[in-house]
């Protein structure tokens, strides 16, 4: 039998719930129209597209990936690398510009815009989070935010970037980090929270 903890250790009592009231009831959850931002068949229609032919491509085929992700409306630019494991939830609300690199079993969760710039990184494991539910509300709407990362930034292998968020031009965001909120041009962070922890390219150089 566990002790009972002194009344300076004892952890806050829990609040209590509203009555009967359902804090959660996806019974009522609605998905709002026009949010896929196209229908849910062509929706499949990519899903099978993507598992059939892009995540079974060979390694080698960049050119090939970057014409399945046009064909399907993402905007992909010039010599762009995008590793065959990875997987994008819409790809007509991405944008990724000229020499960037996606890595392996990157998830680019779109269910807002998602914009990767010109020779940004973002590395593999990694998990790019556009998409969020409120909360207070007992229905859970959903909604998209939009997350950009911008030119010249690198996300480290294994980061989870929130919401809503912007990587600033340059930016270095540490492995295995999690950001929820902007990070500075050209500025390096960690951590869970990412936090900022000083200039990417230090004062002098």
């Not at 952890?11 to 026009?34: E, H």
């Not at 859970?140 to 970037?161: K, L, S």
């Amino acid at each position: 039998m566990l002790a009972r903890p002194d009344s300076e250790t004892a952890a806050p009592p829990a609040p209590q719930m509203p009555g009967d009231a359902a804090v959660q009831d996806l019974s009522r959850f609605v998905l709002p129209r026009g949010f896929r931002g196209r229908s849910a068949v062509y929706v499949q229609f990519w899903w099978i597209i993507q598992s059939l032919l892009f995540r079974t491509s060979p390694q080698i085929c960049k050119g090939w990936r970057r014409f399945i992700l046009r064909c399907f409306g993402a905007e992909i630019g010039p010599r762009v690398q995008v590793r065959p494991r990875v997987r994008v939830t819409y790809p007509w609300k991405v944008r990724i510009g000229a020499h960037a690199w996606v890595g392996d079993d990157v998830e680019i969760y779109s269910l807002g815009p998602i914009s990767i710039g010109r020779n940004a990184v973002v590395s593999q494991g990694s998990y790019l989070c556009a998409g969020t539910h409120d909360h207070r509300d007992p229905t859970f709407p959903i909604r998209g935010e939009p997350i950009v990362i911008e030119d010249e930034a690198w996300v480290a292998a294994g980061c989870f970037i929130g919401p809503g968020v912007t990587i600033g031009r340059g930016a270095v965001v540490g492995a295995r980090s999690v950001v929820l909120s902007d990070i500075p041009p050209g500025m390096m962070a960690a951590g869970h929270p990412a936090r900022v922890l000083g200039p990417r390219i230090p004062a002098g150089r």
